[in-house]
């Protein structure tokens, strides 16, 4: 009776929540696995007694399977989301959804054309209890109207290979969603600017950069982003209201004492900070797919990420702010 | 493959349980239930596709289950729990383990005979993400030798029926048990001392209390036990020790801003402090059962508690303080 | 023994200062007060035991007065500031040091060329401990290069006949030269960006706004300006740098824990939150006087400050970024 | 026109003291100092402007003295206030007001006899904005009804000398005049409990303590003592309220994050964490006495306190709780 779920992709965070389905999500069993590194998903497969299949669609097309994880690299994305929409099976993909503006619209069109929602994005914040407190305080009016957004994104490091704009398509994103989603609004421009570097900064990347974005109804979201920090992994969030202030707060549990100082941990990086969060996400998706129902992201909120996110990289190097162009919102999102 | 369960009581805390381990919980599912509440048995069995057995007995001995949550009256426990070591299976007991002295001695003695350990003990705060950082925090030297525990347990109210003996039974019992596994160490005697009666304290309760225990390697542990205090329930610790101190800290994800003031929320009950403690250790209890092992607090953890608690509740009556006597730990508890 | 000092400006802070010093300031004493609303300066004289002036010369080159301090309107400042330098007497000044730039720079010009320094702008964060401990945070190194500066500056209110460009002039001013102060820095450019407009917002002002500061190293400074807010006074600057922050925190001393709420006060203006910062800044102008020494902002700060307020004003029309245009910075200024 | 001050003592405190009111206090002069050591009495008067006396009694009847502080070695100052009192000078006397029981009442039944109240002592703490904000809390009936008071003292070190019993009557002392104050109300026993001995424990001290006071009222105070605690000098206070919690905050003013770990400092003693509220006091002191009254701890407060530090010095070594017996109240205590 447990949900049959195939996972594409056995990287880092393919096999991550792999194992997280497979022992702490309830009403979930992972059937299969798929990853071009044959090796690494029969061993997964070996480990949590999934099937180890040969070929994406092999796995999305499985009668035994129910649903579908992406976790595969972002290029692959689009394609393999629109093979789950083809074969009706809902489906958790990773953000990215897509790597390009035009591949993300072409899942909007294709979920909007079936005319039923298959698809959620894995923008986990959403399902993170300090965000959530964040929205229903704004949702209940205690702050009034939102007039600014400050976001703190600080990364103690970023892997081999991380480009200057995926500063913005890739860190900087969690931002874009997270904006869209607490105001429900959309971003209609952006404009990037420097800080000063630092020693740290890795070459080819603009490092420190303060992202400022106004949403449609004229909020101005800005976003510190740092690709690397040593001092810890720092997530912020406060909204300011007209009549008051929600504050995303650090989730400490405990503190220490010792030696003249009174401290907390800083975390040491996201799966610190938002391992239990994905949890939630998936035992939130799990739920929401055997009740025959969708919940968080949706393509769309995957396609307008997409197309910020595409924006704040052009203007990494623009001297203007960049407008943001959106297709017409299907009827199916709302 | 997942692990058969039988809930054994279907009150408030039992529903819980039954509920998570059928929807959020991996690797569990939820084969029975029994209640002498024959309806409300039912209604749960009903709801989570579980059966409803006529006896705890019965659930006990099914062949298809393979382990026993207790959540049934705290009279009812020891029996229960002999009842699942003479089947030879694993069992997770609500606290107390015996509502008597003698019957939690029954208990040990009869897990010692069987030479294997089957029971661990409901004392959810062992799996505390806070205090659990308390402990590491202890464990590895860092504030040096542990001299004194401060611990705060607040109530907004109690049930009906609540005696002034269960201010330390039920309640206190929580600190009795946390004290003991932070400092590794058996508690020795006890005294209770009253504060300043408030507008709403109930008739026949001391309330609020101020427990002191002392531990045998001399650690002076209070307790601040209050049954009925509005503002919200509150618990804290704080351990000293010669170098530093270990908080527990409020575990506040976010804050707000409004009309003057900044302010957190204070929990308005266990369940909203307490509710994912008892998901991990559910999780953690399924994923040890599934290995063949036992976590958490065990026999001769919830028999320790049982002691000091009912010297605490001697000890309420008394002048002086109230010395408290184990039997030999079986080597079966290390 | 004691300094003797004449104010000019009885109106809110005049009067504060002037009963400040006589009351709660060692080495001080007024000597004499004017104000052009003659009988609220003579009710002042008469209540401090100061004699009361008929013009701002007389009281400046009175024999009796060792120092003076400006608390009248600020397009007084900068002629009484120079009547003080041809008097060869310490003044300490209000900001703003002038009302224009061109005023500004005059009185720069005529302290260099007196050839020492008299005068001390009335910065008064300058002397607030948490400010002072941001300032030595950074200046000991401990959080390595400074690349961006977080400020944010909501006031519960402003006067009437309080312009769109005096919350640059005014308002904002006080983390320009915060700024400059902390980063040891000159700001070379400024640009304006406004928020979502909310019901409080008086007509004719933009609010709230977001200010954009760059420095000669490249440092990004970042404040956030609100005129009207109704929750309260909130003054904040954290300092982002390579290897650490530096936060400001609100300076509660107390906090509350009533009906489901821990909280602490959000002060109700800048006199509740900076008053005993004015009165550190008094008992340091005295000690410095007696000394023949000056601390604090000198002329050249209050006038950067003027110029980059200017710049910040101009750029609340302006699409692009201002440039800030500096005179030569004259050697007695280090 | 300013107050014409004597101190009696110039060891550390009253260096400070001293220093202080020649410096940074309104309305304040030293007029002359004194202390056995003459050199260090020379020195000071020198270097603030004094004259120094050869004798305590010179000083206290000089006729260019108005009032005076006490801040001599403890064993003096009741015949030092004694002789204040007969020649009609108010005078602020360092904690405690006598070495023993005897002494204090001597001094209460003088200035009783007097009819007028002339003495203030030193318990700085009352000026803390800190505990001043928690008895205003308490005074407004915020917190409902006080029942329990949690405090602790704890200390990096102490002078070498320090006995046992100084625990109680030279540093516990504070807590025992700060839960009167807040409360408003006698302590009628007291009980001593020792935590377990840490390493860095002096011989002959018991330590750590805590200490159990009852007031008239039935509040329950209990007060952590450490006497050496490497980590800081860490002092608190938490008034537990049938309706709420006023809880004294630690007073940061900034916070630093760095390689891991957000931290704020703990105060490194006494003079850290408590030396602007010693300037208040003296302040407060100095304003009252050119206004003709008193304000702070009376005589009485400081007999009261030294009856209870000596009963808690008495119970170190006791097993039950020992009693407090005051003598009546004079009147003129109100």
Redesign the interface.
């Known amino acids: 009776?447990?949900l049959r779920i195939g996972v594409l992709g056995t990287g880092a965070i393919g096999t991550d929540h792999a194992t997280?389905?497979?022992?702490?999500?309830?009403?979930?069993s992972v059937a299969a696995v798929f990853d071009v590194d044959i090796a690494r998903a029969g061993e997964l497969a070996h480990r949590i007694?999934a099937r180890r299949h040969e070929a994406a669609t092999g796995l999305i097309n499985d009668a035994d399977v129910d649903a579908v994880v992406i976790a595969s690299p972002g290029t692959a994305h689009a394609e393999q989301v629109l093979a789950c929409i083809a074969a009706g099976k809902p489906v958790l993909c990773e953000k990215p959804l897509a790597s390009t503006v035009d591949d993300a619209a072409r899942v909007v069109a294709a979920e909007a054309a079936l005319g039923r929602r298959l698809v959620q994005v894995g923008f986990m914040r959403r399902f993170?209890?300090?965000y959530v407190?964040?929205k229903d305080?704004i949702a209940a009016g205690?702050?009034?109207?939102?007039?600014?957004v400050?976001c703190v994104h600080r990364n103690r490091s970023v892997p081999a290979g991380f480009t200057n704009a995926m500063a913005m398509t890739d860190t900087m994103v969690h931002e874009i969603d997270i904006v869209r989603w607490l105001l429900d609004d959309e971003i209609v421009s952006v404009r990037v600017?420097?800080?000063?570097?630092?020693?740290?900064a890795v070459e080819g990347h603009d490092d420190?950069q303060?992202v400022?974005m106004t949403?449609a109804?004229?909020?101005?979201a800005?976003v510190?982003v740092?690709l690397l920090?040593?001092?810890?992994y720092?997530v912020r969030c406060e909204v300011?209201?007209?009549?008051?202030?929600?504050?995303?707060?650090?989730?400490?549990?405990?503190?220490?004492?010792?030696?003249?100082?009174?401290?907390?941990?800083?975390p040491?990086g996201w799966k610190t900070r938002f391992g239990d969060t994905y949890r939630i996400e998936l035992?939130a998706w799990v739920?929401a797919t055997l009740a025959g129902t969708v919940v968080g992201a949706s393509a769309w909120d995957g396609y307008a990420a997409t197309v910020v996110a595409h924006a704040a990289a052009a203007a990494q190097g623009a001297a203007d702010e960049v407008g943001v162009r959106l297709i017409a919102r299907p009827p199916l999102y709302g």
């Open positions: 009776m447990a997280m389905l497979a022992t702490t999500i309830g009403g979930a007694g993170d209890p300090g407190a964040v305080t205690r702050i009034g109207t939102p007039m600014i400050h600017v420097r800080g000063r570097r630092g020693p740290h420190p303060l400022l949403t109804s004229g909020v101005l800005e510190e740092i920090w040593p001092p810890g720092d300011v209201g007209s009549d008051g202030l929600a504050t995303l707060e650090h989730p400490r549990v405990v503190s220490t004492t010792m030696t003249g100082n009174r401290s907390e941990v800083v040491d035992q739920a």
